[in-house]
């Protein structure tokens, strides 16, 4: 099964909208870490927000929070008032322990255009 | 913020020859440092797990002789793609993990990722 699934392969939202991308993730340990991640068309990965397992309050970060459904097991990214600068892919992922150390999982991504 | 540096940031080489791409964290430690492979428009693909001092371990699939990953310092790692094929053209990205972030405390441990490397192999 796929440990970070993300639904929405393209998503349009219009400027100062509100928008939220899907992620729904798969683990059997009680301890893990979820974070979300915008990458532009240059490249780089850019951390956005983190949500650990035992946090019951969702994670906010300015414009960007969580929306963390843990009996769903779901982990949607709401981008609040979007601006033409948030078009990217945002990508989900989840941290979980190993025999290694942490094993991080990525979803798909969810490319975002934020419409003017 | 910790910073990650990753060089060269697009290399085009012929087929058969080997490339390296450096991955530093420039203001931190990083004991792992992981390396990731995207194809266009497409999830990263984690590729291996280097630890500083030992051996990396590879993901399923991956090559180890064809993708040799060195991690001799704490603020050091190379992937080194060797006798490169045009089915090896791809976008490589690096990420380092700050042992000494606070966040770690709250369990956050969170990647710092490098600009990345476009590699074509002709």
């Known amino acids: 099964a796929q440990k970070i699934t993300q639904t929405q392969p393209g998503m349009f939202v219009q400027e100062k909208e509100a928008v939220t991308l899907d992620c729904t993730y798969d683990?059997?340990?009680?301890?893990?870490?979820l974070f979300w991640y915008k990458q532009p068309s240059s490249g780089e990965m850019i951390f956005l927000i983190y949500q650990g397992s035992y946090d019951e309050q969702n994670a906010t970060e300015g414009r960007y929070s969580l929306n963390f459904q843990k009996a769903r097991k779901s982990a949607n990214l709401v981008i609040s008032a979007s601006q033409l600068g948030d078009s990217a892919m945002y990508f989900c992922?989840?941290?979980?322990?190993?025999?290694?150390?942490?094993?991080?999982?990525f979803g798909t991504g969810t490319s975002l255009t934020v419409i003017p | 913020g910790a910073v990650v540096s990753q060089h060269p940031s697009r290399v085009i080489c012929k087929s058969g020859t080997s490339v390296k791409i450096e991955c530093r964290s420039l203001?931190?430690?990083?004991?792992?440092m992981f390396w990731y492979r995207q194809f266009p428009k497409q999830s990263l693909m984690l590729m291996a797990t280097s630890n500083e001092g030992s051996k990396a371990t590879y993901e399923q699939g991956v090559e180890k002789d064809k993708f040799l990953i060195n991690h001799a310092s704490l603020t050091l790692s190379t992937l080194t793609v060797t006798s490169a094929h045009p089915e090896d053209s791809s976008f490589y990205i690096c990420s380092a993990r700050d042992a000494g972030d606070s966040r770690i405390l709250s369990g956050a441990n969170v990647l710092t990722f490098g600009a990345g490397s476009r590699l074509t192999v002709l």
């Open positions: 203001d931190f430690q990083a004991t792992t």
């Open positions: 992922a989840m941290r979980e322990p190993s025999n290694t150390g942490n094993q991080f999982y």
């Open positions: 683990t059997s340990d009680q301890s893990y870490g």
